[in-house]
């Protein structure tokens, strides 16, 4: 059947002013204002990476042992990637919801941690702190589910790149957030605890009705709008980079610091003209369809059913999530949330990644205290945790768009690119180990920069073997290995171990602990033990990894995007302007429905 409608000059508006009003409606309610939206949460959203500026904090006031200390490190990490029933969550409520419930919980954990080191309550007991501690962390992972995945399952044919810059934000946080902190609170260090309370808070809070699912659409130009998002993203942490060394070498005063943080606003905020001129073309594109006075044919396929022209499709039933648990899809098919969690593939990557993930967080954990015990000064402290803050950013976007460019272009499997972070990374764990003259610096950019480079590839993977219908909670279901690693490396092999040093060097000293007095140990011993560890358990990931690799070869080789290219029948969200015969009509990309 086809329709002709015959749409008349003058229908719509030329007011300059109209117009305007009329992109800054469309701006507001498009799918990159919320990738833009995205971009804000997510810079953000990795306050948990600078626990090391405030943990000296918490250790003196309170009177913490390293254990007690990394047990705190353990729960902040638990809860950052502990966000299963989030993702259950998302199964059935939208996204705001997880903002909002995020948000609350941000601000309470922060906010009690705070009034516990400000000594404006009772000392709390070491599990209150803890429960503290894992509760502001749990942001994250809010966050996460209600702003990154949303944006993957909107964008599913850029899944790496998209995985990549949002990660990459988060990794840039930090030092966002440490410049911005800088200029509100200058050295301050207790005033950092409440700033990273309710900053994410409130960005979330803004943002709750912009961030949305939204029907995919295959852009032609979509991967070069992430590039140029790519670009702004480069020139921040370039900036940021620029900063940590400059204010290294030349104290700043809180004036000062309030123009690079005014910077490093502009810089955030300027992928907001990409999402003008993106929405501007497509403003155009409209106008070249309903304005011009040639015919416009509506086509639909099929003969009509009933009276209403519309043709009603009967659909499978569909597998539910708790269905043939042990009967698996192929690869890159829906997964139900048991048939992943029982398969082969989820269990090697889940191992590969509680020895990759949990090594490289417990380096930065402890950046601090390593630095202390190996005689940096506190100056080169704090610049280790911006670097580390700046190669985890990059880190994350150069295995999201390298991997993503790698795997079109050459068939590059995803684990194995995940493979070679994990054997880089135990470069900068020996570094630690054998305290290399000035190796701190190198292996906290080598360290920074892996831990960054394995979060896009592991939530690359598992949308790709696994499907995105229950993404949300596959995706949460991949962070529980990081606490995992933590607990182990850090808590009962790294703290363990620095307590025994320290306490051994006391009483070579002729000195005897006090009850509540905090243990510091220096030298090269305090760590060597428990890096080794690390980077032998760090290498056991790696063989892990490549047993992965082996098992999906043959699938990277084929064409894991094409079900994303080819929209199911019954689909009309987005309709194709095409040229036949000298006449313009417009069809429905794929559907059968006016």
């Known amino acids: 059947m086809t329709l002709k409608v015959r749409y008349k000059r003058g229908c719509v508006p030329h007011g300059s002013i109209a117009d305007m009003k009329s992109l800054t409606i469309q701006v507001i309610t498009g799918r990159w204002f919320m990738v833009f939206a995205s971009f804000l949460i997510m810079s953000a959203a990795g306050a948990t990476l600078m626990f090391g500026l405030y943990s000296n904090d918490i250790k003196t006031t309170l009177g913490y042992d390293q254990t007690t200390l990394n047990l705190l490190s353990f729960f902040k990490d638990l809860g ?40 404006k309550i009772k000392k709390p007991q070491v599990w209150q702190m803890c429960l503290y501690t894992c509760i502001g962390a749990n ?8 702003a990154l995945v949303t944006c993957v399952k909107n964008f599913p044919q850029s899944r790496g790149v998209v995985l990549g810059i949002l990660k990459g934000y988060i990794g840039l946080s930090g030092a966002i957030i440490s410049q911005l902190y800088f200029a509100f609170y200058y050295n301050d260090t207790k005033a950092l605890i409440l700033f990273i309370g309710w900053l994410p808070a409130a960005i979330s809070i803004v943002f709750l009705p912009t961030i949305r699912y939204m029907k995919p659409v295959n852009q032609p130009n979509e991967l070069s709008v992430f590039y140029k998002f790519l670009y702004i993203s480069l020139g921040l942490a370039g900036f940021l980079l620029v900063m940590i060394i400059v204010q290294k070498k030349v104290p700043f005063t809180q004036s ?67 269905q043939n648990i042990f009967s698996p899809p192929e690869r890159g098919e829906d997964y139900t949330i048991l048939q992943a969690l029982f398969s082969i593939d989820l269990l090697l990557l889940f191992i590969a990644t509680i020895f990759g993930v949990g090594g490289t967080l417990t380096a930065i954990d402890n950046l601090g205290q390593i630095g202390t ?12 945790v911006s670097l580390v803050s700046i190669w985890n950013y990059l880190g994350r976007v150069f295995s999201g768009f390298v991997s993503e460019h790698f795997l079109t272009k050459y068939k590059f499997p995803r684990p194995l690119m ?40 592991l939530f690359a993977i598992i949308s790709e073997l696994f499907g995105l219908k229950y993404y949300a909670t596959l995706y949460n279901f991949g962070s529980v290995a990081s606490p995992i690693g933590i607990y182990v490396l850090n808590v009962r092999v790294t703290g363990h171990l620095y307590d025994k040093e320290a306490m051994k060097q006391m009483v070579a000293l ?85």
Not at 139 to 146: H, M, R, S
Not at 433 to 457: H, N, R, T
């Open 80 to 119: 950052a990637n502990i966000g299963v029933l989030t993702g259950l969550i998302n199964e059935v409520s939208p996204p705001w919801v997880i903002l909002a419930m995020g948000a609350v919980l941000n601000f309470f954990g922060y906010f009690m941690t705070w009034l516990a080191v400000t000594q």
């Open 139 to 146: 942001f994250q992972t809010f966050a996460n589910t209600g």
């Open 256 to 322: 000062e610091y309030g123009v690079s943080a005014a910077v490093v606003l502009i810089l955030l905020f300027l992928p907001l003209a990409v999402v003008f001129g993106e929405q501007y073309k497509i403003q155009r594109s409209q106008k070249l369809v309903f304005v011009d006075p040639s015919p416009v044919n509506i086509v639909t396929t099929g003969a009509p059913t009933s009276n209403d022209d519309a043709r009603v499709d009967i659909k499978a039933e569909e597998t539910k999530w708790w």
């Open 373 to 384: 015990s190996l005689g940096y000064p506190k100056t080169s402290i704090s610049t280790f």
């Open 418 to 457: 995940l493979t070679l972070t994990l054997l880089l990374s135990c470069v900068g764990n020996l570094l630690i180990a054998f305290d290399v003259k000035d190796g701190l610096y190198v292996a906290s950019i080598i360290i920074g920069f892996c831990f960054g480079a394995q979060w896009p590839l």
């Open 510 to 594: 002729g000195l005897q602990r006090k009850q509540g007095q905090e243990l510091n140990c220096v030298g090269a011993n305090c760590f060597k033990l428990s890096f080794i560890i690390i980077t032998a358990a760090t290498l056991f990931g790696a063989i892990v990894s490549l047993i992965l690799v082996a098992r999906t070869t043959k699938f990277y080789k084929g064409d894991i995007y094409k079900r994303y290219m080819e929209q199911p029948e019954g689909d009309t969200a987005e309709m194709a302007v095409v040229r036949k015969g000298g006449e313009r009509r417009q069809e429905p990309t794929v559907g059968n429905k006016i």
